[in-house]
């Protein structure tokens, strides 16, 4: 089965092609960018029981270079059998579209990103017929984007820098200055943003990052309608709360603050669940969710510790 991180990595190309020109840069190659892409099918299967398919594949359209095919692998670990895949990918698809292609290989795994970028020859020693020369992304060829201005730039750059900075200590640095861009989109731009809080929600897989950029679209549901905040929203709320309305609000709030105490395993009793329901002053309410956050306690959560 795909997963999700091995889908952000890959899909994040298809909502922004140009992203493909910016980001291999990095890599020293330059590329420019992409006055129209096209998606194509991905299935890359002949009439024969061997089915074989391309991560994204997209037709690039330039001013300068013309056109090209560029196929995208997203790849989560070491396997031998890739480059004997990913030389049939290219050699087809070019007798099927005859037009160039690039192979771009994605990878959140430094060894794995080592790996890939070698160069693999296909024939004998002394005269290889063909070469896989893969352009790969990893950790170490992708800048880290923590500045909420070099952000608001490039959003789905900081989203791939995210993705790959994953496991890195950057990591934190990278997503607050990412949320801050966000923040700063127009409300026309609110169905983008919530594709790029998604692809970064995907690409996080299975790490205190993708935690910590829980936390954070949890801090206020306001926000885009990120998959996490509309699941926050929608758990254990019963009546929806008219706009405007003060004790609508401090009903909200309050199962906000229960639900993503139960989220991280918080033990809340009834007594202290009667606390939460029962206060009405949305500003005190506000202290104990931005507490919740991070607190592993209720003690913390009401500031009753010493």
């Known amino acids: 089965m795909v997963s999700s991180s091995h889908e952000a990595l890959h899909r994040i190309f298809q909502e922004d092609p140009a992203l493909f020109a910016r980001a291999v840069k990095a890599l ?36 300068d270079n ?31 579209y005859r037009l160039p292609p690039v192979l771009l290989v994605v990878c959140a795994d430094r060894r ?16 290889p017929s ?20 070099e952000a608001a730039r490039d959003i789905p750059l900081t989203v791939l820098s995210a993705a790959l900075h994953r ?21 026309d731009d609110e169905n983008t943003a919530s594709i790029f809080i ?5 690409g996080l897989g299975k790490t205190p990052a993708a935690e910590l950029w829980r936390q954070i679209m949890a801090a ?10 509309q699941s926050l929203r929608a758990e254990g709320r019963e009546k929806g709360r008219a706009e405007g309305r003060v004790e609508g609000r401090v009903e909200g709030r309050a199962e906000d603050i229960l639900l993503l105490l139960e989220r991280r395993g918080v033990v809340v009793s009834e007594g202290e669940r009667a606390r939460i329901v029962g206060c009405g002053d949305l500003d005190v309410l506000g202290v104990w969710f931005s507490r919740a956050i991070t607190a592993s306690s209720m003690a913390e959560v009401f500031g009753e510790t010493e």
Do not use: C
């Open 220 to 229: 206020d549901l306001s926000f885009f309608q990120s998959e996490t905040a």
């Open 130 to 149: 063909l070469t896989v020369r893969p352009l790969v992304l990893g950790p170490d060829q992708l800048p880290v984007i923590d500045s909420p201005d």
């Open 198 to 202: 998604e692809l970064t929600e995907q």
């Open 28 to 63: 020293g190659v330059s590329f420019a960018e992409p006055v129209s892409a096209v998606p194509l099918t991905t299935d890359l299967t002949e009439n024969r029981p061997v089915e074989r398919r391309v991560d994204t594949l997209l037709r690039m359209e330039t001013g």
């Open 112 to 127: 794995t990103a080592a790996w890939a970028a070698r160069h693999v020859d296909i024939g004998p020693p002394q005269w």
């Open 167 to 187: 496991r890195d200590p950057d990591a934190d640095a990278i997503l607050k200055a990412l949320a801050s861009a966000l923040k700063g989109l127009s409300a």
């Open 66 to 96: 013309g056109s090209f095919l560029l196929a995208v692998e997203s790849q989560g670990k070491q396997d031998r059998d890739k480059p004997a895949s990913w030389a049939y990918y290219l050699s087809h698809l070019h007798a099927k």
